[in-house]
């Protein structure tokens, strides 16, 4: 990338109550170029005052060359030299590359901004111009950090890409950040975060700076233009989403609803975009007089309605009508005969029919006619075959024709060929029509037909009308034109003797002019191929023997070798001996290294004293790593089998492994580590632990042990567990006494007492209260007086002073809430959950409900019964009564009837009054002659009671 100017400067940041003017560090390059007109304003200008007019007052900031300016530029972008920028259209009229957008509209070329700050009110960005070319220019302030923002273009200059991105903060909705992937430092109360963009912008992680705080402020900027974000509120029923923007008050709160679980009212309450979607469906049923089909409740336009089947007659549409269990049984209405197929070739017995919906079983055939029901294959509808049976039910067996004969050709001289021509289809041979196959030129010579071998006889044997061809006794002869007695091999015929050139027994002249040339003849070294192989001069009889030398070093490769006429890469040297004919440094006559390798290919590496870059090596004798000084050898590596092997001196005893400098010291007598001091020190081998022994009791401290050959200074016992080291009166084993300290050292002062001295203890008593004691001389003091008790005892219960039922006293010895006894009718909420109870016919039929409370006014009871009209004519009137007694206070009762039951409302009555209460439906059989059977729903609330009702239902015809 060619940069068009040093890079000294970049864009400063902009916070919400300040402005830092001026050039600091180099910028995310901007794109630019053609940059397109907006109508959309650039945005409005923070200065340093905190206000959003320009310094002269007139409501628009300064522009980069106007009179005053003092980064008027390099001069390059003001052609006329007035300090006046140039209006434009696009980048390409500009000097600096960039046209853009300008406070208070109109577009004009921007100034370099290099060695010069940008005027108040501009920031200096690196802009890439076209190509790869990158400049600095001044282009103008604008507000956008902490914005509520949808896209990344919300956030940035029109028509530039700034790298700042409209960053998601979550439920709490979209925000401008700013770019700082280059080290630019974030304003107070934000931090430079890796972010993954909301707005559509780049992919993958970027840094931008992120307000520390959940909420944005909104400046008076944003309030004025009324900026918006997208928020969402979330649980486990699902999002819902809102808006959230500023205004005079702030960033408002998000206005999202609240997901809640979806019920069946048309409303979508989880927000997915569907409505009534995953409600439960309970079972449902229908009658029609003993019949009941029973089906799901299910959602639909905002409502339960029930899916379960009309009972009806049972009849042929795959559907179980009556609700039994059973579908489409033998002899519903619209069945068919159906005759037993027992080898289920779609033909039946005649006399064996059941009349069926479908097929059942072995009944499944429509059509009768099958001669042999346990063969699938015989049937009215087959073709005859060669079988020997009567396949078709027709009273013939195998007739000429059949299905699967056999053409059989006339053969006279019974050699297996007939004549083509002359044939029959039969199911088996008859007469002279015997061949199965056809090309006998001669039915009257068995040793003549197709498909015989020819002979070298005069006769055409094989009958493909010519005499003595590809005989089978032929001879292989090879054209021999230089009659050398070798032929060549891509020129051969087979014959019954030779013919013209075809005369040689031999392949493999590779030259048939010269008869000295062919496959018989010996190689030699005179250039020419004598032996016909394809190659000149190869395994030549007087060849001679060359080595590979594929590294030029003069010596060959003793594996790889070639006999030849002369050398021929990689074969070019006569002397061998090379292990590695890859490497010139390694040969016979090549010096031993110290490199692991076998330089001199003598089958050893680096053996030898004195080898080139040979160390020198000490003997150690005990091989513990240090030696004797004096005794070395210069070898190239370790001799482990003459023990000179270490680098190391200053053993002071080279037969003891043990001894050496640096080992650790040991408890036996000598000096280990060649100090000249012996069993000094602390934590060498065989060593024992001492405890120190503060106050000589002869028990140490646990916390300060040391591991030496013998007991050293304070540390002079093996026994540990001395709990106070400054005390000789205190160790393990000494008596425990009555003063609040650990003299025995068991880890508890005075527990060979009942109580420790100053000791108190609580205990719980009656009704949830406490009472406490104290220790005083190691012995317990009487229990105090039960304090702080509750209303009652743990668990207990009691009548409701206030209501029916009974209370129970929590664990916390506090009553709870009055209990009242369950209605056995309830809950009642919808029509499939409400009581039945069974069937209602006409002729003053009664059912009776007792023993049911209400609890509330919002206490729903509900009941149905099915209604059926009896009688060999249906009634002229049927009407429902519904008496509501034992009950005081303002009750309601509704009857619904619906004709069908169908799940539709065809008529309502409803009654409410103090005390007892009688309903009674208008007539439910309003036209003679129809049936009005159908489902009567009975709902009831009323004021709170502990009495129990009655409810009485009764059918008058």
């Known amino acids: 990338m060619r940069i068009a100017h040093a890079t000294v400067a970049t864009a400063s940041w902009i916070a919400a109550l300040s402005l830092i003017a001026g050039c600091t560090t180099t910028s995310t390059p901007l794109v630019a170029g053609d940059l397109p007109g907006s109508d959309r304003p650039v945005g409005e200008m923070l200065l340093a005052d905190g206000s959003a007019d320009g310094q002269d007052g007139s409501g628009e900031a300064p522009v980069p060359g106007d009179a005053g300016d003092a980064g008027g530029g390099d001069g390059a972008a003001d052609p006329q030299g007035d300090g006046v ?49 990158v400049s600095l220019v001044c282009l103008p302030q604008v507000e956008r950090l902490c914005r509520p923002c949808e896209w990344d273009e919300d956030c940035r200059p029109e028509g530039l890409d700034t790298g700042d991105l409209c960053v998601d903060r979550g439920a709490a909705g979209k925000f401008c950040g700013t770019d700082c992937s280059a080290g630019q430092p974030c304003p107070q109360w934000y931090s430079c975060q890796v972010v993954e963009p909301a707005g559509g912008g780049r992919a993958g992680g970027a840094k931008q700076c992120v307000r520390l705080e959940a909420d944005c402020p909104c400046t008076p900027a944003y309030e004025q233009a009324g900026y918006k974000t997208t928020c969402y509120r979330e649980n486990p029923y699902g999002r819902c989403l809102g808006e959230r923007r500023c205004s005079d008050q702030g960033l408002t709160d998000c206005d999202a609803a609240e997901p809640l679980q979806e019920i069946c009212d048309g409303q979508d309450q989880d927000c997915d975009g569907q409505t009534d979607d995953g409600i439960e469906a309970p079972e449902c049923v229908k009658t029609f007089g003993d019949k009941v089909c029973k089906g799901p409740n299910v959602c639909e336009g905002g409502k339960m309605v029930c899916k379960a089947a009309d009972p009806g007659t049972e009849v042929c549409d795959g559907i179980d009508n009556d609700c039994n269990g059973t579908t489409d049984p033998e002899g519903a209405e619209g069945c068919v005969k159906h005759y037993r197929d027992a080898d289920g070739d779609a033909y039946g017995v005649q006399g064996d029919w059941r009349c069926l919906c479908k097929a059942d079983g072995q009944h499944a055939a429509l059509v009768p006619g099958d001669c042999d029901d346990a063969e699938a294959a015989v049937n009215p509808a087959a073709a005859e ?80 009308g010519v005499t003595d061809d590809a005989a089978l006794d032929c001879t292989l002869y090879y054209y021999d034109n230089d009659n050398d007695g070798w032929g060549v091999a891509s020129n051969a015929k087979c014959l019954c003797g030779p013919e013209g050139k075809y005369t040689a027994s031999n392949a493999g002249d590779c030259e048939d002019n010269n008869p000295a040339v062919s496959g018989g003849q010996p190689e030699v070294c005179d250039g020419t191929d004598n032996d016909c192989n394809g190659e000149t001069d190869d395994n030549a009889t007087d060849c001679k023997t060359f080595w590979a030398d594929k590294d030029a070093d003069g010596w060959g490769d003793d594996h790889d070798t070639a006999c030849l006429c002369k050398p021929k890469p990689p074969y070019i040297v006569s002397k061998y001996g090379d292990c590695n004919d890859g490497d010139k440094t390694v040969n016979p006559a090549a010096a031993e290294k110290c490199n692991q390798v076998d330089d001199n290919c003598n089958g050893t590496q ?149 109580c420790r001295t100053g000791q108190s203890q609580q205990e719980e008593c009656t009704k949830c209260g406490t009472h406490s004691r104290s220790c005083a001389n190691c012995n317990w003091g009487p229990w105090g007086t039960c304090l702080n008790q509750g209303a009652c005892e743990k668990y207990s219960t009691a009548a409701c002073t206030d209501g029916c039922g009974t209370r129970t006293c929590s664990s916390s010895c506090d009553w709870g809430s009055c209990a009242f006894t369950k209605d056995p009718y309830e809950p009642n909420d919808t029509w499939n959950t409400a009581e039945g109870l069974g069937t209602l016919k006409d002729g003053a039929t009664t059912k009776t409900v007792s023993n049911a409370t209400f609890h509330s006014n919002g206490d729903y009871d509900r009941f149905y019964v099915n209604v059926e009209e009896s009688g060999s004519l249906v009634d002229w009137t049927m009407t429902l009564s519904a008496t509501l007694s034992g009950v005081s206070g303002s009750h309601t009762m509704c009857l619904y009837y619906d004709r069908e039951c169908d799940g539709g409302v065809d008529h309502t009555k409803c009654g409410t009054q103090s005390g007892s209460l009688t309903v009674k439906t208008d007539d439910l059989d309003p036209n003679w002659g129809e049936n009005n059977d159908g489902c009567i729903d009975i709902e009831l609330y009323g004021a709170w009671s502990c009495s129990k009702y009655t409810l009485q239902l009764t059918l008058d015809p």
């Open 385 to 464: 075959s060669c079988n020997l049976r009567d396949d078709d039910c027709d009273g013939e067996t195998d007739e000429p024709d059949a299905s699967g004969c056999t053409e059989f050709f006339r053969d006279h001289d019974g050699d297996g060929y007939g004549v083509t021509g002359d044939q029959k289809c039969l199911c088996a041979p008859m007469g002279e029509y015997q061949a199965a196959q056809t090309g006998d030129c001669d039915d009257y010579n068995a040793a003549i037909h197709k498909g015989l071998s020819e002979y070298c006889n005069g006769a055409d044997d094989d009958c493909n």
């Open 85 to 133: 920028e140039p209006s434009c259209a696009t980048g390409a009229e500009c000097v600096s590359g960039v046209c853009v957008q300008v406070p208070g509209g109109g577009k004009q070329c921007a100034i370099a901004c290099v060695e010069a700050a940008c005027p108040e009110g501009w920031e200096c960005r690196s802009v890439v111009t076209g190509g790869s070319d």
């Open 606 to 754: 680096d053996e030898g004293a004195g080898g080139v870059g040979c160390q020198n090596w000490f003997y150690d004798g005990d091989q513990d790593g240090y030696a004797v000084t004096g005794n070395m050898k210069c070898l190239c590596q370790p001799d482990w089998e003459s023990k000179y092997t270490t680098k190391q001196t200053g053993d002071c005893k080279d037969s003891d492994a043990t001894v050496y400098p640096g080992a650790p010291e040991r408890c036996d007598g000598q000096d280990n580590n060649c100090n000249t001091t012996s069993d000094e020190g602390e934590d060498g081998p065989n060593c024992r632990t001492f405890y120190y022994d503060g106050d000589s009791d002869g028990w140490g401290n646990d916390a300060n042990v040391k591991c030496y050959c013998k007991g050293t200074g304070k540390y002079t016992t093996e026994k540990g567990g001395d709990c106070n080291d400054s005390s000789a009166s205190i160790k393990p084993g000494a008596s425990e006494v009555c003063n609040n300290q650990d003299d025995n050292c068991s880890g508890e002062p005075d527990e060979t007492f009942p």
